[in-house]
């Protein structure tokens, strides 16, 4: 099993940084790919940024290419999502999550609790 933790997010103004991580522990060695999803209330939970673990490549979304950074601190078995830049649209709540599968945003096995950001204008 496979626990995935987020922390840093909150209430921040457009155009500021925010940083969220997100620790993972438990029997990770067949974890393929680590993402960030967000979902905003009425709407389905949509893919931010992907991180594979076995090849060391990422990929985004393109409403937050060029702005955000997905990155994968080895000891400490994190994964982080630095949001740059940020707007208003980017208000929702952010879930980090993991799979074995290879792909991209589908075949999900574990999903984190997740942590709300808020941007305002």
């Known amino acids: 099993q496979v626990r995935l933790v987020e922390s840093g997010g909150g209430s921040v103004q457009a155009g500021e940084t925010l940083t969220l991580s997100c620790a993972v522990s438990?029997?990770?060695?067949?974890?393929?790919?680590v993402a960030w999803f967000r979902q905003v209330p009425g709407k389905e939970r949509e893919g931010v940024a992907v991180?594979?673990?076995?090849?060391?490549?990422?990929y985004y979304a393109n409403s937050v290419k060029g702005r955000f950074t997905i990155s994968h601190d080895n000891v400490k078995n994190m994964v982080s999502l630095q949001m740059n830049s940020l707007k208003s649209e980017d208000t929702a709540m952010y879930y980090c999550a993991g799979t074995r599968y290879g792909g991209t945003w589908d075949n999900i096995d574990y999903w984190g609790q997740g942590i709300q950001d808020t941007v305002s204008s």
């Open positions: 991180f594979r673990t076995t090849v060391f490549t990422t």
């Open positions: 438990g029997y990770t060695d067949n974890l393929r790919r």
